[in-house]
């Protein structure tokens, strides 16, 4: 029905369409709006030929399916000849495969990337091509370039796998980004944070108490300091904790953000999830966890607390107005910055706490030395043995510590990706070029002789009395830089000083019998925040 001449001229549209249109600027958002015309116009295209050609509509869909498929054949065959031939990120070492789609990379890890990171430097040095787009930059002088208050590079494609929900986290563009930043500053304040600290105590007490109970007998503190912050961040956030500690269990609406993020952790292009968002029923578990942020936050818009939580901070702009009166565009961030207070603190904070706590099984003199340096802050006036942490703030050992266990252990190991601006950027005095993604591996940098001597152990005092095994401090970012940096981490800081001082001045702590650690470090994940493995620790009172 169709000639030959007809499908070269499709396949040439399909090129011509690649270089005029889709190989500029960004399209991952219209993905779906995409599968839509595909589909679209193959059944008009097979509705027209066969209402014109008068022939059966098989026949018809089979010259419409070749007509459509020599289109896309232009179009991937176009890419893939830039991509292998064309790309400026061709000067990069990297797999042959890498220039091909970051699909190559995606399809290999399994919630490992942080590792696979590791390994692809120690091979290819440190400017590894990642994908089509992506590089992957190994050096201390890029963190301030990439991330830095300076910084000419937006958040990546990646930050829009939700789209069209959002939160401060996901906003790309630096100018909604700053507006909305700028409500949440308010909630980290030295005074509100002084009430967070009140509010946090009643949990940390609920856990000394759970340990107190299971003294010397294993306790999993993967999971343990996990119940501890969910319960903690579900307070700022809504109000109220989950109950998790008391009940010794996950609510089930942090069950079922659990089960969703071992999906984030495939990395997949931003496409595919807004894709499979599409289909119904797919994003189940995570639309369930979100109705449920919106339940509980409702309900905390209509009850202000005594002290306040985050969440007072969020309301500010809505001051006056009745619950009925929020604009769904209003709705929509609400939702997505109350979820974003319960993700982006809880993991984090419980991650640091396993890990110090590794590491210090690991090295009991530092227990030793941090109860040294605590001793002299013990409050009698403060209930429970509890530290007050304008009193301990600025202790260089304890802060040593969690500082070396951040750094070995970042929260965020390698997937920090941000998109370079048109004109590209230097690092170590190689150009990169505008439009890459470019991620640096803080895992992979925290482990590399470039920026650290000894690098593998824990040394707390290279953070202040040791500063010569800190080779280039500027690689030294846990709560990353810039305006994108973490807003919360005086109150992550607040958090994990107190409660390392409280539990090391009220608990001997070691290994498990059996414990080895192996599964802590070797089941970790890298699921954006880094996931560790389970860890028995045996704790008895002093
Ligand atoms: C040890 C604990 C923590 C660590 C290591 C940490 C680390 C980080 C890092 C590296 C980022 C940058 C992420 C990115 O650019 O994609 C970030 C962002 C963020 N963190 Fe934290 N975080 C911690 C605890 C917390 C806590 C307790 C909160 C409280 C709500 C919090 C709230 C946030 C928010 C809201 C952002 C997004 C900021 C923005 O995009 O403007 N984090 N965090």
Request: proline share 6%; glycine share 8%.
């Amino acid at each position: 029905m169709a000639l030959p001449s007809t499908y070269a001229g499709t396949a040439l549209a399909g090129m011509f369409s690649h270089v005029a249109f889709f190989n500029k600027g960004e399209h991952h958002l219209y993905a779906p709006l995409y599968v839509k015309l595909f589909f679209t116009t193959l059944v008009g295209a097979t509705a027209a030929l066969s209402y014109i050609h008068e022939v059966a509509w098989t026949t018809a869909l089979s010259t419409a399916l070749k007509l459509v498929g020599s289109y896309l054949l232009g179009v991937y065959g176009s890419l893939l000849v830039y991509r292998l031939f064309l790309h400026p990120l061709n000067k990069f070492p990297g797999s042959f495969y890498a220039r091909i789609s970051y699909l190559w990379l995606a399809l290999q890890i399994r919630n490992n990337l942080h590792v696979k990171l590791v390994e692809l430097h120690q091979k290819y040095g440190s400017f590894v091509r990642i994908g089509s787009s992506d590089l992957s930059v190994l050096s201390p002088k890029a963190i301030e370039i990439v991330y830095g208050p300076n910084s000419r590079c937006i958040k990546g494609p990646i930050y829009d796998m939700t789209w069209p929900s959002v939160s401060l986290h996901l906003m790309r563009d630096p100018e909604t980004h700053h507006a909305r930043r700028r409500i949440w500053s308010h909630a980290f304040s030295d005074k509100l944070i002084r009430g967070y600290e009140h509010r946090v105590r009643g949990y940390r007490q609920q856990l000394v108490d759970q340990f107190t109970e299971m003294e010397g007998q294993p306790i999993n503190v993967r999971k343990w300091f996990n119940l501890y912050s969910f319960d903690v961040m579900g307070d700022l956030s809504f109000g109220q904790g989950f109950g998790s500690i008391e009940r010794k269990e996950y609510h089930w609406a942090i069950k079922l953000l659990n089960a969703t993020t071992d999906f984030v952790g495939l990395f997949l292009p931003a496409w595919t999830s807004l894709l499979l968002a599409r289909i119904p029923g797919a994003m189940g578990d995570f639309e369930k966890f979100l109705e449920f942020c919106g339940q509980r936050l409702m309900e905390r818009f209509k009850n202000d607390p005594e002290i306040p939580d985050i969440s007072s901070s969020l309301f500010v702009p809505l001051k006056g107005k009745d619950i009925t009166e929020i604009t769904p565009a209003e709705e929509n961030i609400l939702y997505g910055d109350a979820r974003l207070i319960v993700i982006a603190g809880s993991d984090t904070t419980s991650g640091a706490l396993s890990t110090i706590f590794y590491e210090l099984v690991r090295n009991p003199e530092e227990i030793e030395k941090l109860r040294a340096e605590l001793a002299p802050c013990v409050d009698k006036d403060q209930p429970d043995g509890e530290f007050l942490h304008s009193k301990i703030a600025h202790l260089e050992h304890l802060n040593g510590v969690i500082n070396e266990a951040l750094r070995l252990y970042p929260a965020v190991p390698s997937a920090l990706g941000r998109l370079t601006p048109p004109e590209g950027i230097i690092i170590d005095g190689v150009h990169i070029p505008g439009g890459t993604h470019i991620l640096c591996p803080m895992y992979a940098l925290a482990r590399s002789e470039l920026a650290y001597e000894r690098p593998h152990d824990f040394i707390s005092e290279r953070w202040y009395k040791s500063p010569e095994l800190v080779k280039d401090k500027t690689a030294f970012a846990p709560f990353s830089l810039g305006s994108f940096n973490c807003i919360g981490r005086p109150l992550a800081l607040m958090n994990l000083r107190t409660t390392v001082a409280r539990l090391v001045m009220e608990f001997d702590v070691k290994m498990a019998p059996g414990e080895d650690g192996s599964k802590f470090l070797g089941n970790a994940k890298d699921k954006f925040v880094l996931y560790l493995g389970d860890l028995d620790l045996v704790f008895t009172r002093r």
